[in-house]
């Protein structure tokens, strides 16, 4: 007898996961105290805010893709719970990685910084693909009549992010600024809505 369970618990556990990774990277923002040149104290601080924008945009578009996939996905089991777990497990780590590489930037250890940063958004997008992965393997787990080449379009469209992660990874090993590149592609591709949906219609 499967044990499989209605997706709904993970779903809502997961939404609230996203919401306070999200919610947490504002706290490591700088708070400049200075009784004159505010302004020119925030600038100064800029690598805090880029960086923030960054991972909480990259956060938000997680939410919205993690959101479509459970479209598709109408049960799950104990293995796809631990799958979706080790996901959110490095979905929080976005909040320390993010302050990491802020306080670095333009310092001795920056490529480090950087390299811990994107490794972990290399894993993080890992493991969301494996949830999928191991939900269309299990085919009872899906919504029945998933239009086979929808998954294999979808399949394709979630591998682009840990492949351009790894991309930015490699990319950060000869240049700390240009590593960025695949990161904005990343959020240009999947900002684009449903593409799979639409290319199947």
């Known amino acids: 007898m499967h044990n499989h369970r209605p997706t709904d618990r993970l779903e809502y556990f997961s939404d609230a996961v996203l919401a306070i990774a999200a919610t947490l990277l504002a706290t490591e923002l700088p708070k400049p105290e200075t009784e004159t040149g505010l302004l020119q104290a925030i600038v100064n601080q800029w690598p805090h805010y880029a960086a923030f924008a960054a991972s909480f945009l ?17 049960q799950t089991d104990q293995y796809l719970l631990i799958l979706n777990i080790l996901f959110l497990m490095f979905v929080t780590l976005q ?25 972990t958004l290399v894993l993080m997008t890992l493991f969301y693909n494996c949830v999928w992965w191991y939900a269309i393997k299990k085919k009872e787990l899906l919504e029945d009549g ?13 591998a682009m992010a840990p492949a351009l992660h790894l991309a930015a990874l490699l990319i950060c090993l000869w240049s700390v600024p240009f590593s960025i590149i695949p990161v904005l592609l990343l959020y240009v591709y999947f900002a684009l809505p449903w593409m799979g949906e639409k290319r199947v219609k």
């Open 95 to 119: 909040s320390f990685t993010t302050g990491l590489l802020a306080r670095h930037v333009g310092k001795p250890d920056e490529r480090m910084a950087a390299l811990i940063y994107h490794g």
């Open 58 to 74: 990259f956060i938000c578009v997680a939410w919205s893709n993690h959101h479509n996939m459970f479209n598709y996905i109408r």
């Open 146 to 158: 998933t239009d086979k080449k929808l998954i294999r379009l979808l399949t394709k469209e979630y």
